[in-house]
């Protein structure tokens, strides 16, 4: 019998492989294997009940489509305050077949706080207060990176309603990831490490680019540097939460630089789980609400020179406390 020849590039076998726990092995650096921690809030998920609409869930912790709702109405207060508190345990809700317009939308909007208006984002709408995405061959996609909305500011976002005006016929989804089971994925050591620490937010990466250098003192004057717990506690849900992001995040406080970058990068890699995920495929007049506190979003940019056109109107929060 002849031997096998070993390729020339086989210099040794090498064990790519760590056991980290009776069921999950980190792989190349990757951890495989089941999540088992999301088990108590799936289940807490799969036995809520409701009054005023139907709803099915999307992901294991993440996202559900709620039907029998219409938004162009005006809607009675308990549908109102059922519709937030399937916001607040879904954490992102969707409906379809909603043809809003822009009043009809910011009036919705409007039932669950105050409204935001963007200072970078032109809303071209005729709404102050609805900012317009209108993506084509010449205005591409650049929100394709995780993110919660608007960190840079000292009180961001509650919330935003998205509805859909025209999206491509394929692509252009929306991602949104649970950053509490994002927070609860940690090992403990990582928690308490990580639990009293500050991390420091700025525009200036992402809007900045579309500040003329001339605007930008009078900018960075109204929009300083702002300070936020790196593990936030939400306002409604007392729950702990991760609030760090890779678009207006710029590094932990309080360690080195290399320290910072680490931690964050670790803290991304856990974010980003698709276990922790929903993907959401858009249709013409679709409309997603997320709780801009408990997810992260991810704009696919795979459509381009498609038409991809999309209203937001964002609902203004509370300053994050740990
Ligand atoms: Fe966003």
Request: hydrophobic residues 40%; glycine residues 6%.
């Amino acid at each position: 019998m002849t031997p096998t020849t070993a390729h020339p590039d086989i210099v040794a076998t090498r064990d790519v492989s760590t056991l980290i726990s009776a069921d999950r092995v980190e792989l190349h650096g990757q951890k495989v294997g089941p999540i088992t921690h999301l088990s108590e809030e799936r289940a807490r998920l799969a036995a809520l009940t409701w009054q005023n609409f139907d709803v099915k869930r999307v992901g294991a912790t993440i996202g559900a489509e709620i039907h029998g709702v219409d938004l162009t109405k005006d809607l009675p207060q308990p549908v109102i305050d059922e519709i937030r508190q399937a916001l607040l345990a879904y954490k992102v809700i969707f409906f379809r077949d909603q043809p809003m317009t822009s009043t009809q939308h910011v009036s919705f909007a409007r039932r669950f706080g105050e409204l935001e208006i963007h200072p970078f984002i032109p809303s071209n709408t005729g709404q102050p207060e609805l900012v317009r995405f209108e993506k084509s061959f010449d205005v591409k996609g650049f929100e394709n990176m995780w993110h919660f909305d608007v960190t840079w500011r000292a009180v961001p976002s509650m919330g935003a309603v998205l509805h859909a005006v025209k999206v491509p016929d394929s692509g252009g989804d929306t991602l949104f990831a649970d950053m509490y089971a994002a927070y609860e994925g940690l090992s403990p050591a990582t928690r308490d490490y990580i639990d009293p620490l500050d991390t420091e937010h700025d525009f200036v990466k992402s809007f900045g680019r579309g500040v003329l250098p001339e605007q930008m003192p009078a900018m960075r004057e109204k929009y300083p540097l702002v300070v936020h717990p790196l593990v936030a506690r939400h306002p409604e849900t007392g729950r702990k939460h991760l609030y760090a992001n890779p678009v207006f995040t710029n590094r932990v406080l309080g360690v080195s630089e290399d320290e910072s970058e680490r931690l964050l990068t670790e803290l991304w890699r856990e974010s980003s789980n698709v276990e922790y995920q929903c993907r959401f495929k858009w249709e013409n007049d679709s409309v997603a609400f997320w709780d801009n506190r408990a997810c992260q979003h991810y704009a696919s940019s795979d459509y381009w020179p498609e038409i991809r056109i999309m209203e937001r109107a964002s609902i203004v929060g509370s300053r994050p406390t740990r």
